[in-house]
């Protein structure tokens, strides 16, 4: 029985180990399996998900398994559907519209905190998630100011802000090119942060630009939609600078 089991030994020859190309494409499923995983896993069990599929990619990459063979490719498992809805939704606003700007929809609970001829500032009702501390001051301790920029109504910090574009700027903007209701729009990353910016055209008439601070949980799609709303009345102005 073992001088059989020798000759099919030499007959077969040593199993053939992984090449580079192999493993590349092991590493690479097993990235795909990573990523997924972490977005399906919850905060509580998410480090144990992903220790264990780091062992199983390593385990498959080195040839391990039962029943399986060296170096074999490994089916990655399916897709996940993202089923998550938005953080925020927009609503019908159905509040007194002000004189400058009007909106079709506003995030749900919002509210218009300020409006003139020049701008609109659109904030959130809830200030339980708004941070207090603002920096540090020239002693390097948290600077507090008097009135949080949340609740001031000149303050564009953690808001949505309308306004046209200044008369000392001219063209369009560089940015990723969007349609907004049939009009062309521009959706600019502000630098250091992701705030970002819409710029609307308004064929001959002065172009709209609706800021959208960091962290207010609004996706490009719903910030389109919330700029095909915006309509500019009579009697706006543009700022200059």
């Known amino acids: 029985m073992n001088d059989l089991h020798d000759h099919l030994t030499r007959i077969a020859g040593s199993a053939p180990a ?70 925020v939704k927009l609503v019908a606003y159905k509040g007194k519209q002000p004189e400058g700007f009007t909106v079709d929809k506003v995030p749900d609970g919002w509210f218009i905190q300020n409006s003139n001829l020049s701008s609109l500032v659109l904030a959130p009702k809830d200030r339980s998630k708004t941070p207090t501390e603002f920096g540090t001051g020239p002693d390097g301790k948290p600077f507090k100011p008097s009135v949080a920029p949340i609740d001031d109504p000149d303050s564009f910090v953690g808001k949505i802000t309308v306004f046209l574009q200044s008369r000392d700027q001219h063209g369009t903007p560089e940015g990723k090119k969007v349609d907004v209701a049939g009009a062309e729009g521009v959706l600019q990353n502000m630098e250091g942060d992701d705030s970002k910016t ?34 500019v009345e009579k009697g706006a102005v543009q700022g200059a600078g």
């Open 198 to 231: 819409l710029w609307i055209a308004q064929g001959k008439k002065p172009s709209v630009l609706i800021q959208f601070w960091e962290g207010i949980g609004l996706t490009e799609a719903q910030m389109i939609e919330l700029g095909a709303g915006v309509h």
């Open 18 to 87: 992984p090449g580079p190309a192999q493993l590349d494409a092991d590493l690479v499923r097993g990235k795909r399996a990573l990523r997924r995983r972490r977005t399906l896993q919850t905060a509580g069990g998410s480090a144990f998900a992903v220790a264990a599929v780091v062992a199983a990619v390593s385990f498959t990459a080195s040839g391990g398994g039962t029943g399986s063979t060296p170096g074999a490719p490994v089916a990655a498992p399916p897709a996940a559907t993202s089923t998550q809805a938005p953080a």
